[in-house]
């Protein structure tokens, strides 16, 4: 498949400071990708960077095969969607997805077609006539994103444009974005620091960290095998559970305190080494409870209903522990309770690298 | 129990209201009931209905001040609203040396009337100012005489006036730029609108309350212009750049006409509520009305 | 060559124009200040036969001192000196008084509201905008009733009346922007009125306490009807007595003296717009943003 926008060793300073180091990155044609990670982590950078709106100081970047490192925004086939809407408050709805047409001197009739088509995609004919200050959050977003629609992008560009609004709004526009992406098959990239859009929307999630990109993967090998400690504790919520250990090699445990966890079943065992320094996660929903003789005996500490689910809290040799529970929990405070591990599940970084063995 | 809640509060708004009531309000009332008579020296209550104003009306200096005030209240404002408003657009272009610029322009808002009068009118002097200093060039056509021009005078107060005044509108002007949504800026730039023509479509209207709030402040500015005027020209050449305030003090100070002076006043503290009053309707009214619809 | 890192660089047109607008705009705006300086430093023959745009050929210090002691407004002549005195006088209280009084009118506005207590806060904002004019003889009456036209105390109240609108607005508007629930938390804990402010509000207020006096001392000291009409003789302000020495009917017209006196008047206001440009300028956006 061929690419359609590559970043290739892009580097990028904020006065001396750097924000992005020799960065690549390749994104296929009609891909969903998303850049995902905590604020400061340079992922709107680098969107600007491809948008041309932030000029870059080394690198190149390739838009459907062309170089348009040095060209204007207008001239890259883009089109971007805000955190803010960026609608002009002064003209309507129709002239808000009008304007750049008319200003680069398109012909009327095709303005017209253009917008009953991005409008009737995005359902907003009743709202052509009304000002953005008249309408609601959705609305408004539903607005920006006809703006790009019209101007026939290769490239759709999005910057955070879920997080103004409220819960229930962002998993309504979630959804119509997906569904766009399905009907239009353009390629989109996506900026969000929330981890809930990311895994619903992306073919492929890019998680940064410190202008880097820490993994580049689909959401589901992300979220059940992330590359490092980064990773594995940002995607996820509640988050995975981590115990510092040490390997035993003889008996194939982990040592955590007084605890012996065996770990023959974990995918790379072979690459472990005797008495390696690790750190063991294990999501809350791979916790069973289990009386056999290896489980580990602990006390409820706090138990959290939420509805679907539920989280008992422990905690081994001090560090607390969650355990997710389908529906409702027959556990109650100080309950004593035996727990196993699904090691195939499980994940373990060595403690120096933090890389996932 | 009225006096019990906020008792603090209302002893400390005290001399607030007393002034209110007393300087603003009574003031005006006391200006206008005295404009219905005839005291010259001292105020006395000699009523004589409305004929202090229709003297006013049918004196030539006050037709000549009325005028003045309108030639300057309309190139001043034009001129400050234009200037501040390039000047800022300029300073918005991410250019160097951003704050120096930036001082230059403002530092005339810091000087007194009076200052800027009596600089203008040195640099203006038709003997030594810089007319002559463009004959020494080889200029000798050049001719800058306004400040003894009786038809050109009050544009040599509106230059002054505007040298001082820009500055403040530019600040405004910026302010009201500097709050634009970055993003809006990307979005136009990713749609490829020229940089003029974003300012007149796009921006321009998004800093409207900034640009009524700079028109407000100036034109108000307008009625009270006296000590500039007095520096610059004492109203003259002859009375030919005489305003409305000029006339005011006159009549209080040195001709001890006090009713003429208190009509005057009163005309000019109306055509200021006739300025101020739709700005107040749209900011109080239109506006509040609007947000909770 | 493969287009690769940052976008090369070219002065375009249109930004050298630019920048050769602002430049002009520049020294449009600076030349009356500069014409100000090289004139006060040239002796009047230089005067009358140079050019007014070029620097002095040899400079004179003579009209600097006369400006400060000698020049004569009327029958004295005294120079500026007793001008900046005065001054001082009127100025270092009214501003204290007047911002004084705008605190805490603001703090009251912003955090005790009771009834009416905005009708009259709109009635003084009116009061901003009422021309002088129309208030300066009543005023007048008002105050030799009460004894003090014509003196020191007369104008420190004279300047407190015009300053209050604008500092009671700009110091409303800044509490109004602190947490209220600082506030109520300071009230739950048993604050009232004074005590609140005194130990909340006013440790908090140094920002636009700067921003305030700023405002007042430039007011202040380029005031010049009120201190015309208000001060009394003895009292005159700089700026009367600058406009006094200036337009004397009389004798030699001395440009170089009239400079050096100009200089010397804007000097406080400039020396104070200089060291302080970032708050005047926020004294000027606070005082047109209405809350």
């Known amino acids: ?357 | 129990m009225f006096l019990k809640k906020n008792i603090g509060a209302k002893i400390a708004l005290l001399p607030m209201i007393i002034i209110s009531l007393t300087v603003f309000v009574g003031c005006i009332i006391y200006s206008f009931i005295y404009s219905l008579t005839n005291s010259k020296l001292i105020p006395v209550f000699n009523y004589v209905g409305f004929d202090q104003y229709e003297r006013l009306f049918k004196t030539r200096k006050w037709d000549v001040a009325v005028e003045n005030i309108f030639i300057y209240g309309f190139v001043f404002t034009i001129g400050c609203l234009v200037i501040g408003f390039l000047l800022a657009v300029l300073i918005d272009q991410k250019i160097r040396a951003e704050s120096l610029f930036r001082t230059i322009f403002l530092y005339p808002y810091a000087m007194s009337f009076v200052v800027t009068g009596l600089v203008w009118k040195w640099v203006l002097n038709p003997t030594f100012g810089i007319e002559h200093s463009m004959h020494l060039w080889g200029f000798t056509w050049f001719e800058l005489d306004w400040l003894v021009n009786r038809d050109l005078a009050i544009y040599a107060v509106c230059i002054a006036a505007v040298w001082q005044g820009a500055g403040f509108v530019m600040i405004l002007m910026l302010a009201g730029l500097r709050g634009i949504d970055e993003d809006i800026w990307k979005s136009l730039s990713i749609e490829g609108v020229p940089k003029w023509k974003s300012y007149i479509f796009v921006i321009l209207p998004m800093i409207r309350p900034m640009v009524i709030t700079s028109l407000v402040l100036i034109a108000a500015g307008v009625v009270k212009v006296y000590d500039l005027i007095l520096a610059l020209t004492s109203g003259g050449p002859g009375y030919s750049t005489t305003t409305p305030a000029m006339y005011v003090m006159e009549n209080f100070f040195s001709r001890a006409n006090l009713g003429q002076a208190f009509a005057a006043s009163i005309i000019m503290f109306i055509s200021v509520v006739c300025i101020l009053a739709p700005w107040a309707y749209y900011e109080f009214y239109f506006r509040n009305r609007e947000a909770k619809a | 060559m493969e287009a690769n890192g940052p976008r090369p660089k070219h002065l375009s047109i249109g930004r050298i124009g630019m920048y050769c607008f602002i430049i002009m705009c520049a020294l449009f705006f600076l030349m009356p200040l500069y014409v100000m300086l090289v004139t006060s430093f040239k002796d009047m023959d230089e005067i009358r036969s140079g050019n007014l745009l070029y620097i002095p050929k040899s400079l004179s210090f003579y009209a600097w001192p006369k400006a400060w002691s000698q020049a004569c407004t009327g029958f004295v002549c005294e120079g500026l000196k007793p001008g900046l005195v005065n001054s001082l006088k009127i100025t270092i209280p009214s501003v204290i008084v007047s911002v004084s009084l705008g605190a805490i009118n603001g703090y009251a506005l912003a955090f005790w509201r009771f009834k009416g207590a905005y009708f009259f806060f709109g009635l003084c904002m009116f009061g901003a905008f009422i021309p002088y004019q129309v208030m300066v003889y009543p005023l007048l009456k008002i105050e030799s009733a009460l004894g003090i036209y014509s003196s020191l105390p007369g104008i420190i109240l004279v300047h407190t009346i015009f300053g209050m609108p604008i500092l009671t607005l700009i110091f409303r508007n800044f509490y109004a922007s602190l947490p209220i629930d600082l506030f109520k938390a300071a009230r739950i804990d048993g604050g009232n009125f004074l005590k609140i402010f005194f130990y909340v509000i006013i440790p908090m207020s140094t920002p636009i306490t700067i921003v305030a006096v700023i405002l007042q001392v430039t007011g202040i000291w380029n005031d010049f009807l009120l201190g015309l009409v208000f001060a009394g003789r003895d009292n005159q302000p700089m700026t009367v007595q600058l406009n006094n020495i200036v337009q004397v009917d009389y004798g030699v017209v001395e440009y170089n003296v009239d400079m050096a006196a100009t200089i010397l008047t804007s000097m406080i206001p400039l020396a104070v717009y200089f060291v302080s440009g970032r708050w005047f300028v926020r004294g000027i956006a606070a005082g047109a943003i209405k809350g």
């Open chain 1, 1 to 357: 498949m061929k690419n359609s926008v590559e970043v290739k060793k892009l580097s990028f300073n904020y006065g001396k400071e750097e924000i992005l180091n020799n960065l690549n990155l390749d994104i296929q044609d009609g891909e969903f990708m998303v850049l995902l990670g905590p604020s400061g982590c340079g992922k709107t950078t680098l969107l600007n960077c491809i948008a041309g709106l932030l000029d870059i100081d080394e690198g190149q970047i390739w838009i459907e095969d062309d170089n348009v490192t040095w060209k204007e925004p207008k001239d890259r086939h883009i089109g971007m969607v805000f955190q803010s809407y960026a609608l002009y408050p002064s003209m309507t709805v129709e002239k808000n997805l009008s304007f750049g047409l008319r200003m680069m001197n398109t012909p009327k009739n095709i303005i017209n077609k253009k917008i009953e088509k991005a409008s009737n995609l995005l359902q907003i004919n009743e709202l052509l006539k009304r000002k953005p200050s008249q309408l609601s959050g959705g609305q408004r977003q539903r607005v920006a994103i006809g703006r790009a629609l019209v101007r026939d992008a290769k490239v759709f560009l999005f910057d955070e444009p879920l997080s103004n609004l409220d819960a229930k709004l962002r998993a309504e526009l979630r959804y119509e974005i997906k569904k766009l992406h399905r009907d239009l098959s353009n390629t989109m990239i996506y900026v969000t620091h929330d981890q809930i859009e990311a895994m619903t929307l992306a073919d492929r999630i890019s998680v940064m960290k410190d202008g880097l990109i820490q993994q580049l993967d689909t959401p589901k090998q992300i979220y059940n095998k992330p590359a490092n400690l980064f990773v594995a504790g940002f995607i996820g919520s509640p988050s995975m559970n981590f115990l510092n250990a040490k390997f035993d090699k003889t008996n194939q445990n982990l040592i955590v305190g007084k605890q012996h966890i065996n770990i023959s079943k974990y995918e790379n065992f072979n690459n472990l080494f005797d008495n390696q320094e690790v750190i063991f996660g294990i999501r809350p929903e791979n916790i069973k409870i289990d009386n056999n003789e290896n489980a580990i005996q602990c006390n409820v500490e706090l138990v959290e209903p939420m509805g679907a689910d539920t989280l008992v809290w422990t905690s081994i040799e001090g560090k607390p522990i969650s355990i997710r529970f389908e529906g409702s929990s027959n556990y109650y405070l100080n309950d004593e309770i035996n727990i196993s591990f699904d090691i195939k599940k499980s994940s373990i970084f060595d403690s120096q690298s933090e890389e996932r063995i």
